[in-house]
């Protein structure tokens, strides 16, 4: 069984900056890619960015891009969310995902994911 564990979300003024992390445990075999996606109040969650996790190439959705970066210490099985020049709209519930497989970009692609930090950007 995989478990994902998120951090580091908190409130930051508009233009400030904010680092996720993702911890993964558990036994994962194979090719496999982790995203992060958000969801505010009454919105579908949205995809953020991918990390091919052997590889280590990112996609990051056009949203965000020029913004948000997306990284990873193999060593630690962790993932990071580098988010910066935030503004009021990034405020979400943001959730780490794990795929089976390569990058995905929908959730439903997605086989295990995180408890979900939340981060609110004030204006």
């Known amino acids: 069984q995989v478990q994902l564990a998120e951090s580091g979300g908190g409130l930051v003024q508009a233009g400030g900056s904010l680092r996720l992390s993702c911890a993964a445990s558990?036994?994962?075999?194979?090719?496999?890619?982790m995203g992060w996606f958000r969801q505010a109040p009454g919105k579908e969650r949205e995809f953020v960015g991918v990390i091919n996790w052997n590889g280590g190439s990112t996609y990051i959705a056009d949203s965000v891009k020029g913004r948000f970066t997306i990284s990873r210490v193999s060593a630690l099985n962790t993932m990071y969310l580098q988010m910066n020049s935030l503004k009021p709209e990034d405020t979400a519930v943001y959730f780490c995902?794990?795929?089976?497989?390569?990058?995905?970009?929908?959730?439903?692609?997605?086989?295990?994911w995180g408890q979900g930090t939340q981060v609110t950007v004030s204006s």
């Open positions: 558990g036994r994962i075999f194979g090719t496999y890619a």
């Open positions: 995902a794990l795929h089976l497989g390569g990058p995905g970009r929908t959730p439903s692609q997605y086989d295990y």
